[in-house]
């Protein structure tokens, strides 16, 4: 049995089995998608000792350490399984390290480290191949190498969550942290500190799934440093809510703190505060607070008390291209600087609504408060628009 990875959109560096094409990104970052298979081969020993291993139907698994380890845990052929994981645990390896079935519970408070094979196969810290599973970190998890993934669904309505006071730390291209692929219903919830500093790599990930729900709660944080990475992001599927109330700051190039792609019925939500830093160009390697590549019928909202700060050369607070049907609405505050840099901006699609209630600013020659392309595209404005430079309007169509 295999997983998919997380499928990423690359730029001109190459990527593993770039498969896929992925929609029209105005970038020229999003040419195809990687996609491939992580190899679900139990890693080697780690430090750990989990006990029962393999465990039975119901029953509940200690991991306490360090000591003599017989992790791998290999518990995807029983049903309503618990894990614990003491805090004096440590679990470290290559591959995947534990897979659980139907109905499990993981409860870390220890350490997971996810270390990928030189084969470049991939890993996983954790995987629920099951449904009915929750996956909670209260403790430390950490990933090394290209494809390395610390929490992993493949299975129906599974939660994955980092608890407050716990971390996840990518290091590896490729990657991500809370990841569902090919599933229905899951929830990923991010309490804690996820920090990325990878190429290509997500905080918070859905693929080829539907009906996902991915909230960044109050205390939630999400930093990124590497080019082409997201802190929440759901590629393909429908019905998907994406809601930000913490923290989530992208450093890199063409890096987004919130992302829909060829996604249909689905939203993001900022009720917190996205810092986006990464723009390098007017037409390629663009950065934008909330994205929308494709798809129909999506809600981009940036709510009352809500902050989006994009920074560079073509940025966006709020955009939208290839897309049908959506709207961008501001309720906070948007503040984009930079040349060419706007606060709604609508690149391409048909029948997309523009509306500000709030605050939008902009500083930086041809930038504008609100803008589209398209020549279809509505707009309401009962808010304020400041913007500041040469060319720059506060609504161009």
Sequence with gaps: MSLPRARIP???RPAPQCLAPAVREITAACAC????LLSTTLARPALADCLPNPPGDGQTVTCTGPAPSSVPLDASAASGVTVNV??????SGSGTLMLLGNGAQLNNLGRIES??????????????????STLRNFGTLTTAGPNALSFVSVGNDVELRNEAGASITITGDLAAGLLASGTEGNRLVNAGLITLSNYQGAGMFVQESNRATLTNTASGVIVSSGDLAFGMAAFGGSGHALRNDGSIETRGLASHGMLLNEATASSLINGGSITTLGGSSETVNRAFGMFSAGGQGNSLQNLAGGTITASGIGSSAIEVDGSTDSLLRNEGTLNVSGTGA??????????????????????????NGMRADDGDSSFLNSGSILVGGRDAFGVYM
């Design 10 to 12: 690359r730029t001109a």
């Design 33 to 36: 998608v990687a996609a491939g």
């Design 86 to 91: 003491n805090a004096d645990a440590v679990i």
């Design 115 to 132: 270390v990928a094979p030189a084969s470049g196969e991939g890993s996983a810290a954790v995987v629920a191949f099951g449904a009915g």
């Design 342 to 367: 706007h606060g709604l901006y609508v690149l391409s699609g048909a029948r997309n609504t523009l509306d500000n209630r709030g605050d939008i600013n902009t500083s930086g020659q041809r930038g």
